[in-house]
């Protein structure tokens, strides 16, 4: 009967073991410490990760155009300037010209040029000149600079762009002179209507270290305008002399 007794006891202790053993806390943190990974749980990343690389390149151009303008204004306003002169002077072309005949590449090397070391390094001193002369930009001021704007510096490059021009396609000064008497005053009207509005936007709302890229921006159409009427043919100087 004691062999009885003990061999049921084994048996409990046995059984009280295995128990233990199964619902002990080891065992259930090794079933379960280690989750199998789940993609959800890094897609977040991923797309925040992508999303950020994706903001950064697209910010890339901007920051490094924002850092050539700070360490080299001129030069990089004045690429800007040919570059736009360039594509407006395209864009002109390929309005006013026949589907049968070809873009004249000179024409538009001409403009690129001028853009380059004329219209970009003016507009560079000019803006920088205004905003010393009148640093504030309240509507009374603003107004001044787009008066000064319009009653000197349009004047002034609009003689210089199309004497400049001119010289490039050989015209002799009479004929360059006969020129601008035919049309320099056409080309002011339609500046007085076009540029007020450009300027008022680019003084009042636009740093000074930017304003030149506004206004080459805003030159684009102004360009493809201008670019066409340099590209008419040469003034008659027995015309304007008689007219005169």
Same mark, same amino acid.
């Given at each position: 009967?004691?062999?009885?007794?003990?061999?049921?006891?084994?048996?409990? #202790?046995?059984?009280?073991?295995?128990? @233990?053993? /199964? $619902? %002990?806390?080891?065992?259930? *943190?090794?079933?379960?410490?280690?989750?199998?990974?789940?993609?959800?749980?890094?897609?977040? #990343?991923?797309?925040?990760?992508?999303? @950020?690389? /994706? $903001? %950064?390149?697209?910010?890339? *151009?901007?920051?490094?155009?924002?850092?050539?303008?700070?360490?080299?204004?001129?030069?990089?306003?004045?690429?800007?300037a040919g570059a736009i002169f360039a594509t407006a002077d395209v864009s002109s072309q390929m309005i006013t010209l026949d589907p049968s005949c070809s873009l004249d590449l000179i024409r538009t090397l001409r403009m690129a040029g001028y853009g380059m070391m004329i219209s970009g390094p003016s507009l560079h001193l000019w803006f920088n000149f205004v905003s010393r002369i009148l640093p504030k930009r309240d509507i009374l001021t603003t107004f001044k600079k787009m008066f000064l704007g319009q009653a000197?510096?349009?004047?002034?490059?609009?003689?210089?762009?199309?004497?400049?021009?001119?010289?490039?396609?050989?015209?002799?000064?009479?004929?360059?002179?006969?020129?601008?008497?035919?049309?320099?005053?056409?080309?002011?009207?339609?500046?007085?209507?076009?540029?007020?509005?450009?300027?008022?936007?680019?003084?009042?709302?636009?740093?000074?270290?930017?304003?030149?890229?506004?206004?080459?921006?805003?030159?684009?159409?102004?360009?493809?305008?201008?670019?066409?009427?340099?590209?008419?043919?040469?003034?008659?100087?027995?015309?304007?002399?008689?007219?005169?």
């Open positions: 009967m004691s062999g009885s007794i003990l061999r049921n006891g084994g048996r409990r #202790a046995h059984q009280l073991l295995l128990h @233990s053993h /199964s $619902s %002990s806390p080891s065992s259930k *943190f090794k079933a379960s410490s280690f989750p199998p990974p789940s993609s959800s749980h890094f897609s977040p #990343a991923r797309s925040s990760f992508s999303s @950020s690389s /994706s $903001s %950064s390149n697209r910010n890339g *151009f901007i920051g490094w155009y924002l850092r050539m303008i700070e360490t080299r204004p001129i030069l990089t306003k004045s690429l800007t000197v510096y349009g004047p002034i490059m609009t003689a210089v762009f199309f004497s400049f021009n001119a010289a490039l396609q050989g015209e002799t000064n009479a004929e360059i002179f006969a020129r601008l008497k035919r049309d320099f005053i056409p080309t002011m009207k339609s500046c007085l209507v076009y540029w007020p509005m450009c300027d008022f936007i680019t003084f009042k709302f636009v740093p000074v270290r930017l304003q030149p890229l506004v206004s080459n921006s805003f030159s684009y159409l102004w360009t493809i305008y201008i670019t066409y009427m340099a590209s008419l043919q040469k003034a008659s100087v027995e015309q304007i002399t008689d007219g005169s």
